[in-house]
């Protein structure tokens, strides 16, 4: 129901984030950098490093530990129940599924939801990408058939109106900075996406076990997309970052809004002086993003939440100290 965006803005904008997105992701890397490098010391210093799959030592389980990690012979032999530690892998691979459909094209705070979708894309570039580390995408325009996998090197892949896409995953620091350049120069356009279709795209073909992040506001039914992301829990860590902006959460009081649905074009007429609409409004945008949570949380993935009219960047680094925090006494989530 939050898909409503305003037809006027209030305030002009800057230029369209393609025509300055070389700048951008130049400050956006100093930002990173400067903020969160300092936080993460080590070679595998993602969001959710992964747990590696070489058998390691064994410990006491802990509320919270994953029971498929159990250690049998041990717990068989002390009658007290083991699971059994892993070695990190020497090389971490790291996908990015970002939803760039229709209703991310809009923001009332400080920036737009698909600037901060490219602002968490090379947050999680530059933090997983050294050491060899790989790091590929799937980007999601709208609904439709998937598009072969292409070079981005030299710029943005030609994505067209019902296209989903795919940059293979590649190593090294210059190849992360094409990836992004190609996440940010991608066009929005019309229609609705599939953000199923999106997800499944990384559980097609088989990967090694790794990272996976999908970025969107998950304003897709959930049932859309909640087998998908219970399916690629099973091989991956993955971490979801849904991305909000302010007034899918509350209608401000301005009298007759007119608002259009950006992936369906509809336009209404809403009178937000009535209280009792507000609160409404209001009550079913909590209850829809409960069921977000929900379904995240029942698929396996940790949960990070973004919003437009807040520094991204302290919510991240405050999201990676937590998740840090609870690896360290045991827990995931």
Same mark, same amino acid.
């Given at each position: 129901?939050?898909?409503?965006?305003?037809?006027?803005?209030?305030?002009?904008?800057?230029?369209?984030?393609?025509?300055?997105?070389?700048?951008?992701?130049?400050?956006?890397?100093?930002?990173?950098?400067?903020?969160?490098?300092?936080? @993460?010391?080590? !070679?595998?210093?993602?969001? @959710?490093?992964?747990?590696?799959?070489?058998?390691?030592?064994?410990?006491?389980?802990?509320?919270?530990?994953?029971?498929?990690?159990?250690?049998?012979?041990?717990?068989?032999?002390? #009658? #007290?129940?083991?699971?059994?530690?892993?070695?990190?892998?020497?090389?971490?691979?790291?996908?990015? $599924? &970002?939803? =760039?459909?229709?209703?991310?094209?809009?923001?009332? %705070?400080?920036? =737009?939801?698909?600037?901060?979708?490219? +602002?968490?894309?090379?947050?999680?570039?530059? &933090?997983?990408?050294?050491? %060899?580390?790989?790091?590929?995408?799937?980007?999601? #325009?709208?609904?439709?058939?998937?598009?072969? /996998?292409?070079?981005?090197? %030299?710029?943005?892949?030609?994505?067209?109106?019902?296209?989903? #896409?795919?940059?293979?995953?590649?190593?090294?620091?210059?190849?992360?900075?094409?990836?992004?350049?190609?996440?940010?120069?991608?066009?929005?356009?019309?229609?609705?996406?599939? *953000?199923?279709?999106?997800?499944?795209?990384?559980?097609?073909?088989?990967?090694?076990?790794?990272?996976?992040?999908?970025?969107?506001?998950?304003? +897709?039914?959930?049932?859309?997309?909640?087998?998908?992301?219970?399916? *690629?829990?099973?091989?991956?860590?993955? *971490? $979801?970052?849904?991305?909000? !902006?302010?007034?899918? &959460?509350?209608?401000?009081?301005?009298?007759?809004?007119?608002?259009?649905?950006?992936?369906?074009?509809? =336009?209404?007429?809403?009178?937000?002086?009535?209280?009792?609409?507000?609160?409404?409004? /209001?009550?079913?945008?909590?209850?829809?993003?409960?069921?977000?949570?929900?379904? *995240?949380? %029942?698929?396996?993935?940790?949960?990070?939440?973004?919003?437009?009219?807040?520094?991204?960047?302290?919510?991240?680094?405050?999201?990676?100290?937590?998740?840090?925090?609870?690896?360290?006494?045991?827990?995931?989530?």
């Amino acid at each position: 129901m939050a898909r409503a965006a305003a037809v006027t803005s209030p305030t002009p904008r800057p230029a369209p984030l393609a025509d300055r997105s070389e700048a951008v992701l130049s400050r956006l890397q100093l930002l990173v950098t400067r903020k969160l490098d300092g936080l @993460l010391q080590g !070679d595998y210093a993602g969001l @959710l490093p992964g747990p590696g799959s070489e058998a390691g030592e064994s410990r006491e389980y802990r509320p919270g530990d994953d029971v498929r990690r159990m250690d049998w012979p041990v717990t068989a032999r002390t #009658t #007290t129940p083991h699971v059994r530690r892993t070695v990190a892998d020497r090389e971490l691979e790291t996908w990015l $599924a &970002l939803d =760039l459909s229709a209703s991310l094209d809009f923001g009332t %705070g400080q920036w =737009l939801k698909r600037e901060v979708v490219v +602002a968490a894309a090379a947050a999680i570039t530059h &933090l997983t990408v050294r050491g %060899g580390n790989r790091i590929g995408a799937v980007i999601g #325009t709208g609904g439709g058939a998937s598009a072969p /996998a292409r070079r981005w090197r %030299g710029g943005p892949p030609p994505v067209g109106p019902g296209v989903l #896409t795919r940059l293979p995953a590649r190593s090294g620091r210059k190849e992360a900075q094409g990836l992004l350049r190609a996440v940010a120069g991608t066009a929005i356009q019309p229609g609705r996406g599939d *953000l199923g279709a999106l997800i499944e795209m990384l559980n097609r073909p088989p990967r090694r076990r790794g990272v996976a992040v999908v970025v969107s506001d998950f304003l +897709a039914p959930a049932e859309q997309w909640a087998r998908p992301m219970r399916k *690629l829990r099973v091989r991956h860590d993955v *971490l $979801a970052i849904e991305v909000v !902006d302010p007034r899918e &959460l509350e209608l401000p009081d301005v009298g007759v809004l007119p608002v259009v649905d950006p992936e369906s074009g509809e =336009l209404h007429e809403v009178q937000t002086a009535d209280p009792r609409l507000r609160q409404r409004y /209001a009550e079913a945008a909590t209850a829809q993003r409960a069921t977000i949570a929900a379904a *995240l949380r %029942g698929a396996g993935a940790a949960h990070l939440r973004l919003r437009t009219d807040r520094d991204w960047l302290l919510d991240m680094v405050r999201f990676v100290a937590a998740q840090r925090h609870a690896r360290t006494r045991g827990t995931t989530r």
